[in-house]
């Protein structure tokens, strides 16, 4: 499905394209970027560009750089609260840097203030809302910020099941927020009953609405499921402004994608990532995941808009004005996990205000913000059917004819790992049981054929291509860098059991195969970075990111170039500098086979060649996006880290 121009969901007439002219910005609203030398959004802006325009740390500086403070995940007065305390060592949490103070939310949820330039506390979230019972929870990867007319300001975070507004100077809700400084999320319009609510991602905040997506769990065991809903509240008051639901109801554009009456039962469709917003505009642009169940879409025939889609909505009404599906009935988990990058980019002499929708099948989606329309061309290909009873498939996908995909399609033998001869052959024969075949090549039954049949391998899988840490946009250049995972997992299918899930079939193992004694089974880089002019499309260089396993004991002596970490990366863009980390493997279902040490470096790369020109190792792995502010005429980089055998923590470096 294509751009087009309609109204949706809240019953509003459809809008002629005179409607899309740039609207005046409201006085007092938050100049949300880091040119202040700030970092007041955790993209850095709400266009995700993850770019500080700073040049202290630089080329002839970077080795200079050094630890200046660490601070621990949750802060002290919290555990002699609660000795007992417990939580993750995921801190996945970006801090915003406003006015002289960082703010971020702990490893528990509650947001912390504390100082730049010493990590010291200045105040907890006011937490007598959660009672004497010690509290569980677990950090969310960051908080918003608003600032109105005169002094109006508050930071805006979730911690299920509430949607917070806090008082910058004190951490005290804010009273006339909600009821007492809290909006329970667990409230829908459509039920009577409290629905069980989770986000992880920070609130979205543009002109006087704050916007929550939500987080869902795929119920593989059932067919039915809630819709996806995006939510936006008033940000002074708390009081809901509008509901926009992903699945089509009755008589709306787009319900004719969902065949059989499936919109009835069928749900997710969620925005689970990052938002982005162009704040001139007053438009949003949501990248929406898979519909339930994700694997098998049998109780689900058709394309099934807007799962899988971005989709601009207006800020004040929620009223959509464009859309795009990058990927049509999705049997593949390609949700769209990557906050849309606002770009304004020159094509053909042509100036354009682009959006471009990075993905896990490793496309650069790219439109214009305002009109949807593609800046170059997407075709539609055929891709493979399925095999599957009861399966429904879209015979094609959407394929841009610029930029070329950042990361490997399809899996075959000739992409797997050729060190030796030796170790081709065993590759070749870990992956005889499995169906392989090009991108988009559908989920199979496990134990179907011969009966030792283990599923598709699918590449990019579930895990690849881009993730949610998103990439770097440098406005000067045009120049996107995109960090992306090369790794393949096993699709399969089993039947449902009818005593107790009314699938035909649902998930199976999802297992990562091994590849051979105990390597990769693809050939590298495993982990790698693309720098792509946006002005052109064109990929301009790809170098691999970290060394990955090149020290193991039976491929050592090859003196193998760096071969790539399989992990989350996370991006800070600069002024002269491109940093990049690799992602401890922590985080969810990170592909393994990348060595005792993946995940741990970080590193400065030169933006116009790709050479590193400085490295580091932390005793955990980069888990949160970095970000980049001045303070007291001194550059910081501040990023969470954490991993299995070590709590999380903020690190700050900076010169001496």
Request: charge should be negative; charged fraction near 20%; proline fraction near 9%.
């Amino acid at each position: 499905m294509g751009a087009t121009m309609i109204s949706r969901p809240c019953g509003m007439r459809m809008l002629p394209a005179v409607a899309l002219l740039v609207t005046a910005l409201p006085t007092g609203a938050a100049a949300q970027n880091g040119t202040s030398g700030e970092w007041r959004v955790h993209g850095g802006d709400n266009g995700y560009t993850r770019y500080a325009p700073l040049d202290q740390i630089n080329a002839d500086t970077v080795n200079d750089l050094e630890i200046v403070w660490r601070r621990s995940a949750v802060d002290t007065t919290l555990h002699d609260r609660w000795p007992d305390l417990q939580y993750s060592n995921q801190l996945r949490s970006t801090p915003v840097m406003v006015d002289g103070v960082l703010y971020g939310s702990n490893g528990i949820g509650l947001v912390e203030a504390f100082d730049p330039a010493t990590g010291e506390t200045v105040w907890v979230q006011e937490i007598d809302y959660l009672g004497d019972e010690t509290p569980r929870g677990a950090a969310n990867r960051g908080v918003g910020y608003w600032e109105g007319d005169g002094a109006s300001q508050r930071i805006l975070a979730v911690r299920p099941p509430y949607l917070l507004a806090i008082d910058l100077d004190t951490g005290a809700l804010i009273s006339g927020f909600g009821d007492d400084g809290k909006v329970d999320l667990r409230v829908y319009e459509d039920t009577p009953a409290l629905v069980p609510f989770s986000y992880t991602s920070p609130p979205l905040v543009v002109r006087d609405v704050v916007v929550v997506g939500q987080a869902m769990q795929d119920h593989p065991r059932t067919k039915e499921n809630r819709p996806g809903y995006v939510r936006a509240y008033d940000v002074r008051t708390g009081e809901l402004r509008w509901t926009w639901n992903p699945i089509p109801q009755a008589g709306e554009p787009g319900v004719e994608t969902w065949l059989d009456d499936s919109w009835q039962y069928s749900g997710m469709g969620n925005v689970w990532s990052h938002m982005s917003a162009d704040e001139e505009l007053g438009l949003i642009y949501l990248p929406t995941g898979a519909p339930s169940n994700d694997m098998y879409g049998g109780h689900r025939p058709g394309n099934n808009l807007y799962a899988n889609s971005i989709v601009c909505v207006r800020a004040e009404t929620g009223e959509m004005v464009w859309y795009y599906q990058t990927v049509h009935h999705d049997l593949w988990d390609y949700d769209n996990n990557v906050a849309p990058i606002l770009m304004d980019i020159t094509v053909d002499g042509r100036e354009i205000k682009a959006v471009v929708q990075l993905t896990k099948q490793a496309i650069a989606y790219t439109f214009d913000r305002v009109t949807g329309e593609p800046v170059w061309p997407i075709v539609e290909r055929p891709v493979p059917g399925s095999d599957t009873p009861g399966e429904w498939i879209s015979p094609t996908q959407p394929f841009p004819t610029k930029p070329a995909p950042f990361d490997v399609h399809g899996i075959s033998q000739d992409t797997l790992i050729d060190f030796t001869p030796e170790m081709r052959e065993e590759a070749i024969a870990i992956t005889a049981p499995f169906v392989l075949g090009e991108i988009f090549t559908p989920p199979s039954i496990r134990g179907d054929g011969d009966g030792d049949r283990k599923g598709t391998l699918q590449l990019p899988g579930s895990v690849g291509g881009a993730e949610w840490g998103g990439a770097g946009f440098d406005p000067e250049t045009g120049m996107l860098y995109v960090p992306s995972v090369t790794g393949t997992f096993a699709a399969d299918l089993t039947p449902g059991n009818p005593d107790r899930m009314n699938v035909r079939y649902t998930r199976g193992t999802r297992a990562f195969p091994a590849g051979p004694r105990g390597l990769p089974l693809l050939k590298p880089p495993y982990g790698r970075i693309t720098a792509i002019d946006m002005n052109t499309g064109e990929h301009v260089w790809m170098v691999a990111n970290g060394d990955g396993p090149r020290d193991h004991p039976d491929i050592a002596h090859l003196n193998l170039p760096p071969l790539g970490q399989p992990g989350r990366a996370m991006t800070l863009l600069t002024k002269s500098l491109l940093f990049v980390s690799e992602g401890d493997p922590i985080m969810v279902r990170t592909p393994p086979g990348a060595g005792p040490d993946a995940g741990k470096g970080f590193r400065a790369f030169d933006k116009v060649t790709g050479e590193v020109v400085w490295e580091t190792a932390f005793r955990a792995g980069n888990i949160g996006s970095p970000i980049a502010y001045m303070h007291e005429g001194k550059q910081y980089i501040v990023l969470p880290i954490g991993s299995l055998e070590f709590p999380g923590e903020w690190v700050a470096l900076a010169l001496p």
